[in-house]
């Protein structure tokens, strides 16, 4: 077995939270290499589509992209208030 296929194993009895972990962290290996490889991403449906096309206007505009914080704040100022959350 590939270390490719090992790691699908473990991923996929994981439930959808920790798997996104997992995604954000070989996301976070994948930018630390030194030439990271450009991923292929293709959308598997048309509001995929359409929210790569306005992503890619947003960064040809020059505005900077919201991080993951900055993105939490803004959807919680939208649903009523920005919560307070114990770590």
């Known amino acids: ?25 070989a996301e976070f290996l994948r930018l630390k290499t030194v030439n990271p490889k450009p991923l292929n991403l293709t959308p598997q449906s048309s509001l995929g589509e359409r929210l790569r096309q306005i992503r890619g206007r947003i960064v040809a505009s020059g ?12 959807v919680a100022s939208r649903r009523g208030g920005i919560e307070n959350k114990e770590e």
């Open 63 to 74: 505005t900077p992209l919201l991080n993951r914080e900055e993105l939490e704040k803004e």
């Open 1 to 25: 077995m590939s270390i490719e296929e090992a790691i699908l194993v473990h991923v996929r009895v994981l439930p959808p939270e920790k798997q996104q972990e997992v995604l954000d962290f």
